[in-house]
């Protein structure tokens, strides 16, 4: 069931910036190794959709990751997501840096992480969120938890809450309700 | 549970052609990359048996996808698809074009799509259909809702349903059972 | 729940040569596009196991596949499979043939199948398997009902279920259990 | 359900070397083949931060694999896991050779495994872990049956089993909780 804290609404109302974890938000955690050393991964479809509606609504998104993939920034740029960070050794440092860049204050800022290398910038961030696969120490942390599985939709459910939360999603869908 | 409207099965009996999106309803949503940016995906041997009954049953066949991937047209050919549109930027004018190149009336086609990029199609479409993994938004404009998970069966339980409605099931399997 | 027959401990007794097929019985059905054509499948260690076992135990196994795929071979030989038919068009001719060659009698056979072109052969052997996610045509027709999922230990399932059957899985295992 | 027997905690406590097989604990037990014979293995990350943090946490970690494979080499050295044994025909004889080697008791060590081949292993070991997957024959040899599926954070759950028994968890996780 998906969990989400009294203050949640009120959070992603103010959401400006939305930034998500790759392994384990965006896909299920997996990572397909090849016997030469590729790395695969495997992105859903759903998600897709969510962030480039979310984006289209007004809210800037952005992958933050602490890997580094190829896959990745293909998946990013298919997208048109406009901030992809890879590669992070500190999630926290990476997150404070693109809210100088951007002007933006912690509460205008969401994020969506699903381990503990994700904990320092849930406890920055305004609104957070996590999946309900995460281990008990980040869950009960976040002011969101997906009910939908990682890498299944349980970005696309985050991106749906906040323009509801934000009162856009019905616009941004009418195109396709035609 | 498998969802059907009340019509569904008349509507059902009336398909002459019967088109499926391919991420989230011939597969299950993932799309995988490799570092060089290949996309492989997913299909399940259960659709494709159901893909070719349903042809086989006099119902034309057709893969109306969003996206565009080598994989997909390998597929369709294995399986005698008889139509299929890849990257599709505007499904509904795809599905329109389609129609008066084989002169069909809407209500003698259906389509199997799992989200908003498909709603335009399964608003004009005789008989919609849709995954349980799909958006409410979705589901509820579909007159059926596979059971059986997407990209493992969905597509084929829809097919089943035709041939059951046009009652062509039975002859068309019965090779098999004897 | 895993489902037999009231006779399905004698038809397993008897078995000599267990066929099984390969998608949506070694595998979950799963098959894997590259965009230039490959295919890739996914096999189960649990699986593999049994079959080695089994085939320990003094019953010949082989593979009976529709399709024909290099990864099918590979595997086949990594675990010492006795008999691979790939590309058959007629399971049932390749399964007669095979039991010429063998000189086995009908119910000396068993097969585990899960779509509707196994059903030849599952109303022939001596003890018909499949998996719980076939279609219901092809379920009501088997002896023997896998719980376990497909790709992820039915075969082993049945592979145990065989040895136990014939009394020879205690022996089997006993090297490991000291 | 996790299932722990009585002096599992005990155990757990006395663990200075926590083994690992790969197959079905680390993955899901799926291997994926190419039509070249490549075979891919998909790893978790949730496992892969459990393992690395077990590690700091001052616990060796070894990976005890009866399969060969580069993707595994690759894994391990990814996350700093200072054993890895591959294509050991005979688990039981290697686990000794690296007891001998790093000058330890069998009540200092610990294994988990999913099938018949690691059960002269857990038999051995102090800390016998398994998967709810496993079979019954391995199950039933355990201390600890994981309830997190394989293959997505079965192994993390362990991590966390072994480090909450020796005290060291809130501290090695601390610095992500500032």
């Known amino acids: 069931m998906q969990f989400a804290s009294p203050d949640a609404l009120d959070r992603a109302r103010r959401v400006k910036l939305m ?3 790759v392994d384990g938000v965006l896909t299920d955690g997996n990572l397909w190794y090849s016997p030469s050393g590729e790395e695969i991964k495997a992105f ?3 998600d897709g959709l969510g962030l480039q509606l979310l984006s289209k609504s007004g809210v800037h998104v952005g992958l933050l990751s602490g890997r580094a993939s190829p896959a990745v920034a293909i998946r990013g740029a298919q997208l048109g997501v406009q901030h992809v960070v890879q590669g992070s050794q500190d ?3 990476s997150y404070e840096r693109l809210l100088k860049k951007l002007k933006l204050d912690r509460d205008e ?4 992480g699903d381990d503990l290398v994700d904990v320092p910038v849930l406890l920055r961030c305004g609104f957070a969120c996590t999946t309900h696969e995460a281990p008990e120490d980040v869950r009960k942390r976040a002011h969101h938890v997906a009910a939908t599985p990682s ?3 349980a970005a696309r459910e985050v991106c749906e809450y906040i323009m ?3 009162g856009t999603l019905r616009h941004v869908i009418a195109w396709y309700l035609r």
């Open 44 to 46: 859903h479809s759903l």
């Open 164 to 166: 509801r939360a934000q």
């Open 109 to 112: 800022t969401g994020f969506m």
């Open 91 to 93: 999630k926290r440092q």
């Open 151 to 153: 890498g299944s939709g």
């Open 19 to 21: 930034l998500f974890d």
